[in-house]
């Protein structure tokens, strides 16, 4: 896990997947609030999850629609969900967002849901008006689902809205700050998905790696290199792509350059035993 300019390591990684579009989905909402508790977290690419945090805490956020079009069997939805399951119990705290479950409208006799897409407030009026869009997936086909996911050892987060669903995020991510702060807390992990990425994945990868570089600036230098090798020798140029100065080359080439001094383990009790006479 890199840290900035000043050393500080973010506790929690959100996916940069999930901070495009213009709609303000959960995890746009929890940055919001982290920035106003100035949480230190980072965007960058992340093969396991949606979200990370402390203490092996790894977050898969899913829409209704997303669980909806895994039962209408798509060709990729069943077996797409089921990797990103089994990988998502590498972490010691896995955890599923369903985004909008609890604003979903039942109807076992049509053998349907009705998912939310739309709120608005009628002027001059004190109520609102929801449009909903009808989903032909049996309400008890989607609770088995869920059901299965939780009977893999993973912890199902219900959510209302984006809103609400990013308290529910904060609160399993942050949760008591006096907790947070005690020692001995594991920062985020990132691990990799085996089978899943390309080897253009891997190079981003990589390049992210650097001090100063996210997933945009790698992308953006290996289009202008062609490959990590030619990135690399030609390190100097850097300064051509958008936001990279003297300070992120300087940090790229002093990891690059420095000599590697491997950490010493610190003795144990059982270790300083044993070498008294």
């Given at each position: 896990m890199q840290s900035d300019l000043f050393g500080n390591v973010p506790e929690i990684v959100i996916d940069i997947h999930e901070t495009g579009g213009k709609g303000k989905n959960a995890v746009k909402h929890l940055m919001s609030m982290l920035d106003k508790e100035q949480i230190k977290y980072s965007v960058q690419k992340i093969p396991i999850g949606d979200v990370l945090g402390i203490n092996g805490i790894a977050i898969e956020r899913k829409t209704v629609n997303d669980l909806v079009n895994t039962l209408k069997g798509s060709a990729a939805g069943v077996p797409r969900l089921t990797k990103q399951i089994d990988a998502l119990l590498e972490y010691d705290r896995p955890y599923v967002l369903i985004e909008n479950l609890l604003a979903i409208r039942r109807d076992p006799l049509k053998g349907c849901i009705y998912i939310p897409f739309s709120t608005k407030q009628t002027k001059g009026r004190p109520y609102l008006v929801t449009m909903e869009r009808a989903s032909y997936i049996h309400p008890s086909s989607l609770d088995a689902l869920i059901e299965s996911i939780s009977e893999r050892g993973i912890q199902v987060l219900k959510g209302f809205n984006a809103l609400h669903s990013a308290g529910l995020l904060y609160g399993v991510l942050v949760g008591d700050n006096e907790k947070r702060k005690e020692a001995g807390q594991?920062?985020?992990?990132?691990?990799?998905?085996?089978?899943?990425?390309?080897?253009?994945?891997?190079?981003?990868?990589?390049?992210?790696?650097?001090?100063?570089?996210?997933?945009?600036?790698?992308?953006?230098?290996?289009?202008?290199?062609?490959?990590?090798?030619?990135?690399?020798?030609?390190?100097?140029?850097?300064?051509?792509?958008?936001?990279?100065?003297?300070?992120?080359?300087?940090?790229?080439?002093?990891?690059?350059?420095?000599?590697?001094?491997?950490?010493?383990?610190?003795?144990?009790?059982?270790?300083?035993?044993?070498?008294?006479?």
């Amino acid at each position: 896990m890199q840290s900035d300019l000043f050393g500080n390591v973010p506790e929690i990684v959100i996916d940069i997947h999930e901070t495009g579009g213009k709609g303000k989905n959960a995890v746009k909402h929890l940055m919001s609030m982290l920035d106003k508790e100035q949480i230190k977290y980072s965007v960058q690419k992340i093969p396991i999850g949606d979200v990370l945090g402390i203490n092996g805490i790894a977050i898969e956020r899913k829409t209704v629609n997303d669980l909806v079009n895994t039962l209408k069997g798509s060709a990729a939805g069943v077996p797409r969900l089921t990797k990103q399951i089994d990988a998502l119990l590498e972490y010691d705290r896995p955890y599923v967002l369903i985004e909008n479950l609890l604003a979903i409208r039942r109807d076992p006799l049509k053998g349907c849901i009705y998912i939310p897409f739309s709120t608005k407030q009628t002027k001059g009026r004190p109520y609102l008006v929801t449009m909903e869009r009808a989903s032909y997936i049996h309400p008890s086909s989607l609770d088995a689902l869920i059901e299965s996911i939780s009977e893999r050892g993973i912890q199902v987060l219900k959510g209302f809205n984006a809103l609400h669903s990013a308290g529910l995020l904060y609160g399993v991510l942050v949760g008591d700050n006096e907790k947070r702060k005690e020692a001995g807390q594991k920062l985020p992990v990132i691990r990799t998905r085996k089978g899943l990425d390309s080897m253009s994945d891997e190079q981003e990868f990589f390049v992210a790696g650097f001090p100063g570089v996210n997933v945009v600036r790698a992308r953006s230098l290996l289009e202008r290199f062609g490959s990590p090798n030619e990135l690399i020798l030609q390190i100097d140029d850097w300064g051509r792509i958008s936001g990279i100065g003297p300070k992120t080359i300087a940090s790229a080439k002093k990891m690059l350059f420095s000599k590697y001094v491997a950490k010493k383990s610190e003795p144990t009790e059982d270790n300083e035993n044993s070498a008294k006479p």
